[in-house]
């Protein structure tokens, strides 16, 4: 259940059935994709100001609820090698690496000193994305709008948007991604590296290429510097707002009474095989 059923009647779920819910972590991040070479977004103050400016407790709400995510503000996931709680975008930062609330004031002033303030936007999102609620692109539209710029919100089923499309948009709001293995490898290079499957462009520094690609090399035989060192990009990453990460989501399963032994892998979900009808 990815946050499909109210919220309230998921609590009368949690208090009448507990053992039938299953919460488990997985390896996920939602984001938005910032194509970091068109204007305003080559501008890494204004990227930044939307990082400050998006209240991801209401993108909390819009996913269902705490139950169903939870505000992140950085590229690797909770749970990878590399992660530390890392979240310089929220008002009153704290060494826990905690979100805590927008930061409209020092968005406001980034947005002042780019110069950019009135210049057009288009925020792209997918209509019909079972992931990623389409009140999300609304959500960073009206942020947008609410800094001075002039926005056009286009929402289209994701079959329509093409990735010869997707070079073009300054911003896109449908961002999903789970690791296919418990490593940064997994994605991040897709998405930040020059040359990146999943990067549609947006992104490119040799410098960053050249780091994956030692840490990638460190994992086999030095994992604690590897994982520094992957630590060191998710944090420079978050610094140049490559992206606008949102939340992080658990898995949730609802099952049958008659269901015994059920087992859960954050990677491959839930193990049917394990598992037995009674």
């Known amino acids: 259940m990815a946050g499909l059923i109210p919220a309230a009647q998921y609590r009368q779920l949690s208090l009448q059935a507990p053992a039938q819910l299953h ?31 998006i209240n991801r407790r209401t993108i909390v ?11 992140t503000c950085q590229p690797i996931a909770p749970g990878l090698p590399g992660y ?22 020092r968005a406001r002033q980034l947005i002042r000193e780019s110069g950019t303030r009135g210049e057009r936007i288009d925020v792209w999102g997918d209509s019909d994305n079972p992931f990623s609620p389409p009140a999300v692109p609304a959500h960073f539209a009206k942020v947008l709008r609410s800094l001075g710029y002039r926005v056009h919100l286009h929402l289209a089923p994701g079959a329509t948007i093409t990735e010869s499309m997707r070079r073009h948009f300054q911003l896109s709001v449908d961002g999903a991604w789970v690791a296919d293995y418990p490593d940064p490898a997994a994605y991040l290079p897709q998405f930040f590296s020059c040359g990146g499957g999943d990067s549609n462009g947006y992104y490119c520094s040799p410098r960053l290429d050249r780091e994956m690609h030692q840490a990638e090399v460190l994992e086999l035989n030095q ?27 658990p898995q949730i399963d609802l099952v049958s009474k008659r269901l015994h032994n059920y087992e859960y892998n954050p990677v491959w979900g839930f193990l049917a095989d394990q598992a037995w009808l009674g």
């Not at 310089?88 to 060494?95: F, I």
């Not at 992957?230 to 490559?242: F, G, K, R, S």
């Open 61 to 71: 709400q819009l996913y269902g609820g705490p139950s169903f995510a939870s505000p």
């Open 84 to 105: 530390r709680r890392f979240c310089p975008y929220t008002l009153h930062p704290h060494p826990s690496g905690a979100w805590s609330a927008p930061n409209l004031a």
């Open 23 to 53: 919460s488990s972590p997985v390896f996920s991040v939602d984001f938005a994709a910032i194509n970091t070479h068109l204007a305003p977004f080559n501008d890494r103050r204004v990227r930044q100001a939307l990082n400050y400016a």
């Open 223 to 249: 994992p604690a510097k590897a994982n520094a060192l992957w630590t060191t990009i998710d944090h420079q990453l978050t610094d140049n707002a490559a992206w606008v990460p949102t939340v992080d989501e």
